[in-house]
């Protein structure tokens, strides 16, 4: 039975959003044994006896960090503990440590990373965290996200190999820019292929009969159709786009994937703003030193959270071409999506915004915004705003916040609150 460690950020303590999330997977997966240490709450009592945490991790097979983000990070209270973890002066070389946030999204990207960073160095063996919204865990879809989440946490914590999860049924498109004699990239591909154990189509870019880069023209922009006809947005939407998972093979060069890769991606604008590969994985092998290179890193991570893909990883070397290449199978059988952070959350409202402003002309992009409910628009959740106005009037209420308490804290956990009873 693993140990699961939750360490709760969240001042708030018991009333704590995300704290629900850990209770929910606690309830969800009784194979596990959790226990919680309300770190924030508590930080004053830590400060002066840090022992109670530092056993309490040492005891735990995962360290699980449950944390609003506040303010582009995580709060003062738990970069305290954090603080104190560094002071303990411990190394907790090779321990498991993943981190979960609720928030509204906004830069929850810099506080995952704050904490990455700060567990690495620790010592600590970081997993890939969940960013859900603080609305998440109610609907169907949080909850889904959630366990999904979960099980691939515990599945990477067993050695996350290939052979432990069920043979994905997909065929992946390995799209290259393979140069003749290119031999140190094909080598990496043939790596890959000869481990991800499903068949996989190789579409080398290099040999593709482009005539020419995107001209910015809009002629697709009503009904998609590219002023080219040179058999490109056929290639793109009757075979890559047909394929369980896509795969992209470049060299890194002037610190890009290229300008024939420029090219290919460019020329998608015949799908103009669509995630018309929603759900789909993707991954990449690299000729290269990805980490050397981070605003390509930026780019690659903003592409697949803008169009809900699962990056399965970048990979430069054999070992990382090996994990990789399980953990997109795990990702292809399981159907593996978690949710968007700020780089596809605020990605995709600059969209929205964007094609119902040009809504006249980007027909084909207003279409399929209008059918996928991407119009997600605030002012349609006139329930919520109405809620809002009660809230406020009672907050701006002297005498009524004095009675108040802690109900509305109470009243704001309560959706979570109901989900951890036993007949849900
Ligand atoms: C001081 C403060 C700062 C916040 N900063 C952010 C932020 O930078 N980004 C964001 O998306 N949400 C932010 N939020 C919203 C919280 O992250 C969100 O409400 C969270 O779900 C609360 O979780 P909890 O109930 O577990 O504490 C902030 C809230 C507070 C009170």
Known sequence: MKKILVINGSPKGKYSITLHTALYLQKKFADCSFEFLHASQKIRSLEKDFSVALKAVEEADLVMFAYP???????????????????????FKGKYAVQ??????????????????????LGFNVLEGLSADMEDLPTEKGQTEAEKFFSYVLWQMDGGSSSSCADPSGRIALVADLEEGDTALKEKMDMFIGSVGCPVDVINIREFPFKGSCLGCFNCAGDGECIYQDGFTDLLRNNIHKHDAIVYAFRIVNHSMGSRFKMYDDRQFCNGHRTVTMGTPFAYVIEGDIDAEPNLKKVLEARAQVGGNFLAGLACTSEQIRKMSAVLRYAMSERLVLPQNFLGVGGMKIFRDLIYQMRGMMRADHKFFKSHGQYDFPQKKWSTSIKMYLVGWMMNNKKVRSRLGNKINEGMVAPYADLLKDDK
Do not use: W
Request: charged residues 20%; hydrophobic residues 35%.
């Open 100 to 121: 979960i946030t609720t928030s509204k999204h906004f830069y929850d990207t810099t506080a995952h990373e704050f904490m990455r960073e700060n567990l690495s160095d």
């Open 69 to 91: 983000v506040y303010t582009f990070l995580v709060p003062a209270q738990l970069h305290r503990f954090v603080e104190l973890l560094h002071e303990s002066g411990c190394y």
